[in-house]
């Protein structure tokens, strides 16, 4: 008869116990969630009705969606970001942006491109955002426009020559597709070198944003802050992530951070017809 007791005991008992861990647990500050294409069959999309899906959850959650401009602001001073807040990014400029530029844009919420410059508005590269789906996306106030290197190349994080000469065609890109300079940019594949990172320094990137599954907050390095892959994220996994449960997090299955999308591989060739005034 006593061993009734036990089920109910032992559930109350773990209730306890997560209600004191959570009481203990740091704050997890704010969280970087990166997409790349939408509504396609590719290992790095997400249809745009899992899209809506976790940006109501978000909603719901009270996770307040910010823009990356009040992220880096708070974090360079030593401020903590508002707890749970999130910011959306997108990487590698695919046509496909339009359709959730669409949805963010609709629901009044800022996000943030990460272009590869070689890729962006090329004429012979049809699978990626033309001048004219860029010049679209600038006219909304809360879209905010980031660096993703000129090549994509994993040699980035290898050869010292071949990324110097990558970062000045990408600086150079960059100002005459959007017509400023950037101050944001984020490792293609994640990868980082230590020569790599001086050189972006250098060339006035000062804030770099890398692949991981970390919090972003007062502590956070400005030379590696970090973004969580959310393509793959179920809506039970992205609540755990938010609540800072690493242990779910490493159960998501998510797609590693060095996409292999058909596309952009033979979109080099296409990247060689970029105009001379940027080679």
């Known amino acids: 008869m006593p061993m009734r007791a036990k089920g109910p005991f032992c559930v109350v008992a773990l209730a306890t116990c997560l209600l004191i861990l959570a009481a203990v647990l740091p704050v997890r500050a704010a969280t970087i969630l990166v997409y790349h294409s939408f509504g396609v069959r590719t290992s790095m999309s997400i249809s745009l009705a899992a899209f809506e899906s976790q940006l109501d959850f978000l909603e719901k959650n009270g996770n307040k969606i910010i823009g990356i401009d009040e992220l880096v602001r708070d974090i360079a001073t030593g401020q903590n970001p508002p707890d749970g807040a999130v910011v959306i990014a997108i990487d590698d400029g695919w046509a496909t942006v339009m359709q959730a530029y669409a949805v963010l844009k609709r629901r009044n919420l800022p996000f943030t491109l990460f272009l590869p410059m070689a890729y962006t508005a090329n004429q012979y590269c049809k699978a990626t955002l033309s001048q004219a789906?860029?010049?679209?996306?600038?006219?909304?106030?809360?879209?905010?426009?980031?660096?993703?290197?000129?090549?994509?190349?994993?040699?980035?994080?290898?050869?010292?020559?071949?990324?110097?000469?990558?970062?000045?065609?990408?600086?150079?890109?960059?100002?005459?597709?959007?017509?400023y300079d950037t101050k944001y940019f984020a490792y293609p594949y994640g990868a980082v070198s230590e020569a790599y990172t001086r050189l972006l320094r250098e060339a006035g990137y000062e804030y770099l944003f890398v692949t991981g599954d970390s919090p972003v907050s007062a502590t956070t390095r400005i030379q590696a802050i970090p973004r969580i892959a959310a393509h793959r994220l179920s809506l039970?996994?992205?609540a755990s992530v938010l609540r800072g449960h690493a242990a779910m997090?490493?159960?998501?299955?998510?797609?590693?951070?060095?996409?292999?999308?058909?596309?952009?591989?033979?979109?080099?060739?296409?990247?060689?017809?970029i105009p001379r005034n940027v080679e």
């Open 133 to 179: 789906d860029i010049d679209t996306i600038k006219t909304y106030p809360k879209a905010t426009f980031a660096d993703h290197s000129f090549s994509h190349s994993p040699k980035l994080a290898k050869s010292e020559e071949f990324a110097r000469d990558d970062v000045r065609k990408s600086r150079e890109r960059f100002r005459q597709v959007l017509g």
């Open 236 to 238: 039970p996994v992205l």
């Open 249 to 273: 997090l490493a159960k998501a299955k998510q797609a590693p951070a060095a996409a292999t999308d058909k596309t952009l591989v033979s979109a080099t060739k296409a990247a060689e017809q």
